[in-house]
């Protein structure tokens, strides 16, 4: 900064010194021509007024300044009506003295030069020591000033990277001095914010330092603002499956692309798939006990140990990361290293930090759908209970008069179940009731509902059906998968059969909840009547 500072002030100097030198060296030309023209006047005046020119003009010869006189024809006149002969050191000039008679005047110029040449040298001579002078001034007035720009610039250089300790100090008073304190002041209160904002976020996500602390921090803390949004959006969704929606999106955010997302229900001690982009690489559904992750409850990562784990079939490196893993609910999101590696590494803590901020709402959420489940299904067979059909039938009343739609009833009733329970315990009856579900959900559609009505009956609402007869094909196919299928009971194999009542609204009743009741009297004719048959209501 003082070089570039003490190199201006000399070219301002030199420049300066150059026009003035010109500017003088033109005004004492100007003067001296001035003083020529008025000689050459009057030694034309003189010659005009005498009748003896040869003597004036020899006595003017001997003067000091003059080297020739003479008169010359118009026709020898040269173009200029001054001309130099800087070798034999003089100037001539002409001038009209009568008719076409000019006279030629040739002046000695030497000490015209040397008077000329001493000016410059003096104006030269002048101007360095005026640079010096000003130079040496400005040096010693200025370096104090210069010293501390120089030691701010050291000192942002090094805030730059994350060193908050460049202090600057100065032995000038006054403004400077209280520039310094101020810079000082500043400086102390940067670092001591800084140093709370970085406890803060690093405590928050675990990234390692880098050499440009200041952008770290301000990426992170985006990241940070980002997550505390994602939080405040997933906690007024509906349920989980809208939550692993929006964090399937933040993951492909970030540029991860080939990834798997499993959780596991820690109740009922089973994994399942969430989504998958890609490679899965491993069976996490079936072998999920046995996943390193899962069990260590700790983050995976093959590139720092190959093969850690035997599952992994496929060539590529991975990372493992559980989240949400006490409670009801456990995830793990397993990253396969194939493309982006260099970007994934980068943005593997702000991965790591959406993970662990939501974890606690991911939790939150299963577990009310889990305890809502619970509520509304039944716990051996899975199948919804009479508690959600009171809740739904409104719903499917309505829905099927707004669209002028049929809805079938099967009430169906297990044959002779009091005898299994008698003969080979309730275990046996569970698993004939299992059984009999399971055939349920093979024969209907994904519309139809399938409710555990109570005890060994069961009830199928087929939605949007045609007439009574497709209900009625429906049930015989029911009917006859349940007939053809054995139970091994203990080595014993059973095979049961069923009883099915048929009604359709709005066929055989005004009110679907009137239907269920229709259903129920035929159900109880088919049994009467020889059962494993089926019975549609009749009036």
Do not use: W
Request: hydrophobic share 35%; charged share 30%; aromatic share 10%.
């Amino acid at each position: 900064m003082k070089k570039k500072i003490l190199t201006i002030l000399a070219l301002i100097i030199i420049i300066s010194t150059f026009i003035r030198t010109v500017i003088i060296s033109y005004a004492f030309i100007s003067f001296s021509n001035k003083i020529v023209n008025n000689e050459a006047n009057l030694i034309k005046e003189l010659l005009l007024g005498v009748k003896e020119k040869e003597k004036l003009i020899h006595l003017i010869k001997k003067t000091k300044y003059i080297k020739e006189l003479s008169f010359i024809p118009k026709d020898k006149l040269p173009e200029k009506s001054t001309t130099y002969n800087i070798h034999e050191k003089s100037f001539t000039k002409y001038i009209h003295f009568q008719n076409d008679t000019y006279l030629k005047i040739t002046f000695k110029s030497e000490n015209y030069l040397k008077e000329v040449i001493e000016t410059l040298a003096s104006l030269i001579v002048l101007a360095f020591i005026s640079l010096i002078i000003i130079i040496a001034t400005v040096n010693y007035f200025l370096t104090p000033y210069l010293e501390i720009l120089e030691k701010v610039k050291k000192s942002t250089r090094q805030i730059l990277k994350g060193n908050f300790d460049g202090f600057i100090t100065t032995s000038l008073k006054g403004e400077a001095q209280e520039f310094v304190t101020s810079y000082n002041t500043f400086l102390q209160k940067l670092k001591e914010s800084f140093g709370v904002i970085e406890e803060k976020y690093t405590s928050l996500i675990e990234k390692e330092k880098t050499d440009d602390p200041l952008n770290d921090a301000k990426e992170t803390i985006e990241q940070l603002a980002n997550i505390f949004e994602f939080k405040k959006i997933i906690e007024d969704d509906k349920n989980i499956d809208d939550i692993f929606k929006r964090l399937i999106k933040v993951i492909n955010d970030f540029k991860i692309n080939n990834f798997a997302l499993y959780g596991v229900d820690n109740t009922e001690k089973r994994a399942f798939l969430i989504h998958t982009q890609g490679d899965k690489c491993c069976e996490f559904e079936k072998n999920y006990q046995e996943c390193r992750a899962f069990r260590l409850k700790e983050i995976i990562n093959s590139e720092e140990f190959k093969e850690v784990c035997q599952r992994h079939y496929c060539e590529n490196n991975y990372i493992c990361i559980p989240f949400s893993t006490k409670g009801n609910f456990s995830g793990i999101l397993k990253i396969n290293l194939t493309e982006n590696k260099k970007e994934i590494e980068k943005n593997l803590p702000y991965i790591k930090a959406y993970l662990k901020e939501i974890s606690a709402i991911i939790e939150a959420k299963y577990t009310l759908e889990l305890l809502h489940n619970q509520s509304i299904k039944d716990h051996l067979t899975d199948l919804f209970n009479r508690r959600h059909l009171d809740n739904i039938l409104p719903m499917i009343s309505a829905t099927a008069k707004r669209r002028n739609e049929k809805i079938g009833f099967l009430l169906i009733d297990m044959d002779h179940f009091k005898q299994v329970n008698d003969t080979y315990g309730h275990k046996a009856g569970d698993t004939v009731l299992k059984t009999l579900s399971e055939i349920l959900k093979k024969c209907t559609r994904n519309g139809d509902i399938i409710i555990r009505y109570g005890g060994e009956e069961f009830l199928v609402i087929l939605q949007n059906i045609k007439n009574c007869n497709e209900a009625y094909l429906i049930a015989e196919k029911i009917r006859k998968e349940i007939q053809n299928t054995p139970i091994d009971i203990q080595g014993t194999v059973l095979n049961k059969t069923i009883s099915i009542g048929v009604s359709v609204y709005p066929n055989h009743c005004k009110e679907p909840k009137e239907c269920i009741k229709l259903a129920d009297e035929a159900l109880y004719k088919a049994k009467k009547s020889g059962r494993n048959k089926i019975v549609i209501y009749s009036s």
